[in-house]
């Protein structure tokens, strides 16, 4: 009797393992087809797109990245800026709001809050129009501002929440000890929030990758990769005839992705899974 | 403190001046400032950038739909804007649009991360459940971008992998424009990301089913409740902030999204088949340099979405307890 139950839960267990290995098959498909097919001939892409194939041509990539290589620089260039910047404002006010409480604290935190839930939409237009007032319009700055203010809110949020987290006591330790406001944050929250800083970082680069219409309406020429890969491959009837070689400017497009993934997901996951989000 | 006000308000009285006490009372708050100005100074980069680029952009989007704006041009308008809208046929043909999209978006954003959470949930190697974890977020690595000239592939009249999987089961006899044809083309968007359970919120799912109390599933094992009551009555309603999140993000985002539109059909086939609010806002300001109109566009969608959430909230019960 016992050893059937247990034998019904091992089968039971396999079914679902299953099933989530197909859902994630059918999930990640469409990546496994780009890798793979980036690297063949569109004669062999047309006579078999289903499985990979030998010999496996590299050339692919080289020309690909002759196409988008100005793009990726670009983005690259974008993201750090971008993101040291919005990681020292956001953790730093931050510690700020969640740490030091001065009066008004939470009226800051309420005001992040309430600009997260802000839709985009309403504010396309207008902040067009302020940035162009600004002389901003076709210039980096234009791409950079924006993550500096709304780039900040979600990582505020997730920052905030963290440092309240922490026990009073370490910081109760430290003022005994003598610290200022400076050796607290640097030495004391900014360390332990590297989970945190890890899923701020990721979140803002995939959203920097991912941005195609503000720095679309901003700058009158592509600039970062989403653009460019738009105005190269999408908008070009002359890739039509070499498929893979699509696919491989959309892998090497991928591919500081895959490293910053690589890196970080441990971080990202802890992050994610530790501050708890829900309303 | 208390004490301190009152000893100066009476000092006031005792004066008689009103000035001498607003001074007083200005003095207080300046040294408030002062004891706390290492906070002050801390959160002064990130409240300036936001007053300035993010709140203000909302208030003039505001203003700007009671103006008629053109490139050079600006004049008050009232409500001309919106009782032109109201007649604007293009207008509500893409609001039924965006509703039938809307619709299974928002709740797929929350079922189908629901369910592959407690998929993953129900593993019980541990090892597995962080493959499973991490093989999840993987779409992440391609750009949103990327994801949509992917389907478009997928999508392709001749020879796409949709084509000829559907054609090798026999479902179709001959090949569909998925994205071409109007008789298809909401499909294809809805179903667009397949099966859609990458990414984040998987993961803030299971972080939520694992802040549950392991007690409580053990009881719930001992009174030998069936693994799908125990997801209903159990796992559902204590996930209910998640799935609150869920939605009101769900709604915000799907109320606004027009990134197929731009990326994939340009809001054809048929020129107007797939316009949804959004993307006629977006070709209202930047094709036709209708700042105004376009604005106007944004405070009703703005203006729905708050509605929206609102409802949502109901719905979803109790206030909120924390964030």
């Known amino acids: 009797m016992r050893t059937f139950r247990l034998r019904k839960k091992t089968v039971l267990q396999i079914i679902l393992q299953l099933i989530i290995w197909i859902l994630i098959f059918i999930l990640l498909f469409p990546l496994l087809f780009t890798v793979w097919n980036a690297f063949k001939t569109h004669y062999e892409y047309t006579m078999d797109m289903w499985l990979p194939s030998l010999p496996i041509r590299f050339s692919n990539l080289g020309v690909a990245f002759g196409y988008i290589k100005g793009y990726v620089f670009n983005t690259i260039l974008v993201a750090v800026v971008g993101c040291v910047g919005m990681l020292i404002i956001s953790s730093v006010a931050s510690y700020a709001i969640a740490r030091i409480r001065f009066p008004g604290s939470k009226f800051c935190f309420g005001f992040v809050l309430m600009l997260m839930m802000m839709p985009g939409i309403i504010t396309l237009v207008p902040q067009f129009l302020l940035y162009k007032a600004l002389g901003l319009f076709d210039n980096f700055w234009a791409l950079i501002f924006p993550i500096y203010t709304n780039g900040s809110l979600m990582s505020v949020f997730l920052f905030v929440t963290f440092f309240r987290g922490l026990p009073a006591e370490i910081f109760e330790a430290a003022d005994i000890d003598g610290a200022d406001t400076a050796i607290k944050y640097l030495k004391i929250a900014l360390p332990l929030s590297m989970p945190i800083l890890g899923t701020a970082t990721i979140i803002q680069i995939v959203s920097i990758w991912n941005d195609y219409l503000w720095q679309q309406v901003i700058m009158t020429e592509p600039y970062t990769i989403a653009a460019g890969l738009i105005e190269v491959f999408n908008n070009n009837r002359e890739f039509d005839t070499k498929i893979p070689v699509v696919y491989s400017g959309y892998l090497i497009a991928s591919s500081p992705l895959i490293v910053l993934f690589v890196a970080a997901n441990k971080y990202y996951i802890q992050g994610l899974v530790g501050s708890a989000i829900k309303m | ?323």
């Open chain 2, 1 to 323: 403190m208390e004490t301190q006000e009152n000893q100066t308000a009476s000092a006031c009285i005792r004066k008689g001046s009103r000035m001498n006490f607003f001074k007083q009372k200005v003095k207080d708050a300046g040294r408030m400032i002062w004891k706390y100005r290492a906070g002050y100074i801390m959160v002064a980069p990130l409240m300036f950038g936001l007053i300035l680029f993010s709140f203000y952009p909302f208030v003039y989007g505001l203003g700007l739909s009671f103006f008629d704006k053109t490139d050079k041009l600006m004049s008050f308008t009232g409500f001309d804007n919106f009782t032109e809208l109201m007649r604007d046929a293009l207008f509500w043909k893409s609001m039924a649009t965006m509703g039938k999209i809307f619709f299974f978006k928002v709740l797929i954003g929350i079922v189908a991360p629901l369910i592959m959470a407690e998929l993953i949930f129900g593993v019980r190697s541990d090892k597995m459940q962080n493959v499973y974890r991490i093989l999840v977020l993987f779409p992440m690595i391609a750009p949103g971008v990327v994801g949509m000239l992917i389907w478009k592939q997928i999508y392709a009249v001749d020879g796409g992998v949709f084509n000829e999987i559907l054609k090798a089961v026999g479902v179709i006899g001959k090949d569909i424009d998925w994205l071409g044809d109007s008789k298809y083309v909401l499909f294809s968007i809805i179903f667009l990301g397949f099966p859609w359970v990458g990414g984040t919120s998987v993961l803030i799912y299971m972080s939520g089913m694992m802040a549950i109390s392991g007690e409580v599933f053990e009881a719930s094992r001992l009174d030998g409740c069936t693994t799908l009551r125990r997801i209903f009555y159990i796992d559902l309603p204590l996930l209910r902030g998640q799935i609150r999140y869920f939605l009101v993000f769900g709604i915000i985002g799907a109320l606004q999204d027009y990134s197929v539109q731009v990326v994939l059909t340009g809001g054809g086939p048929n020129q107007f088949d797939t316009y949804v609010p959004g993307y006629y806002m977006y070709k209202m300001a930047f094709t036709n340099n209708n700042f105004g109109y376009a604005a106007a566009i944004g405070t009703v969608i703005f203006l729905l979405a708050g509605v929206f959430t609102v409802i949502a909230y109901k719905f979803t019960g109790e206030k909120k307890e924390d964030m």
